[in-house]
């Protein structure tokens, strides 16, 4: 999120003293991430290391911070596990949020940093050797189990609908009323096919692997040495595995690569497995929508004061661009 939560520097710096025992001396705001719920700051300690701070406003299930410990004690390569609290936890409250720390890691993001050949294909192999991981029992069961919700599609079919009678709050919202009114015919075949979509993905029974669900560029960090670190477990489900397979070659990172060229390289590192294109199809579509939904009412209903809509506009108007995501997922629609 770009915008500074209500807490000041001081406050968290003592909460880190407090809470995890370091001898914090700074704290920066890091105005970072598509994520509105989530806040990032660097630390600084007196010994001069650094670590990276995650403020999550909002609903919390302490999965976010059980599931990467579990994976990297598992050997699951490119997972950066979260410090443990001086009482042993993996995560502190703090007012009506929740703070987790990670040691700092200095990395561009797969946006900045575009993966190379080696990287693709380590890639590849990390979420393989994720969805493959033996993990606690009791861990499973507390990670949500995917229902392919139509919730997203709700909302958006809403939006839509009241698009005429809404009144605009800025300049912005009458950009993204614009927006959203030139694309319509797209938006609506697109909830179209998600629907019968949906329908296929109940009745698939394909079995259920342990997902990150946002494997996207940003969420791909790539180190000075050229390593890997999968980041951001916010919202991990038991679902098909094409869950988290969709991203290669479904324009999430970038488009420094055509879509074949990213598809040949995952899979050389992730290895031949029968892959359902229905429920890639599916997953793809379903992001767009509940992107869509979000970024929409951010900018129809949102607060006019956050530096976040105007990422917001971008956003949500890049799916529709030449090689965006709707145009990569229509391009692998069944094939």
Not at 48 to 53: D, I, N, R
Not at 95 to 105: A, D, I, K
Not at 212 to 234: E, I, Q, R, S
Not at 250 to 275: C, T
Request: charged share 20%.
């Amino acid at each position: 999120m770009l915008t500074r939560p209500d807490i000041s520097d001081e406050a968290l710096a003592a909460h880190l003293r407090v809470a995890y025992g370091l001898d914090v001396t700074s704290v920066a705001f890091l105005p970072l991430g598509a994520d509105y719920g989530t806040a990032l700051y660097r630390a600084e300690t007196a010994s001069g290391e650094s670590f990276f701070c995650r403020l999550r406003s909002g609903p919390w299930n302490e999965v976010a911070v059980q599931l990467p410990a579990a994976l990297h004690a598992a050997g699951v390569p490119g997972i950066v596990p979260p410090l443990r609290t001086r009482e042993g936890g993996l995560s502190a409250p703090l007012g009506v949020s929740r703070l987790s720390v990670l040691p700092w890691v200095e990395a561009r993001n797969g946006y900045e940093a575009p993966l190379n050949d080696a990287q693709w294909e380590a890639l590849g192999a990390a979420v393989r050797r994720m969805h493959e991981a033996a993990l606690p029992d009791d861990l499973l069961a507390a990670i949500p189990v995917e229902t392919f919700p139509d919730r997203w599609r709700l909302r958006l079919r809403a939006i839509m609908a009241e698009l005429e009678s809404t009144v605009p709050i800025d300049a912005l919202a009458v950009e993204a009323m614009g927006g959203l009114r030139a694309y319509r015919h797209e938006i609506v075949a697109l909830l179209e096919r998600a629907d019968a979509l949906a329908a296929y993905a109940r009745s698939s029974g394909r079995p259920l692997v342990v997902c990150h669900t946002d494997l996207h560029a940003g969420n791909v960090l790539v180190d000075a040495a050229g390593g890997l670190h999968l980041v951001d477990w916010d919202a991990p489900l038991r679902a098909p595995r094409e869950r988290d397979l969709m991203y290669a070659c479904g324009g999430q990172f970038g488009n420094h690569r055509s879509p074949a060229e990213e598809k040949a390289l995952f899979y050389a590192g992730y290895g031949d497995i029968p892959v359902d294109s229905g429920l890639l199809s599916y997953y793809r579509y379903a992001r767009i929508i509940e992107d869509l939904a979000i970024y929409a009412d951010d900018l129809l209903r949102g607060d006019v004061a956050s530096p976040d809509r105007a990422e917001a506009l971008h956003y949500m108007l890049a799916n529709f661009e030449p090689g965006g995501t709707l145009e990569c997922a229509r391009a692998g629609d069944g094939c």
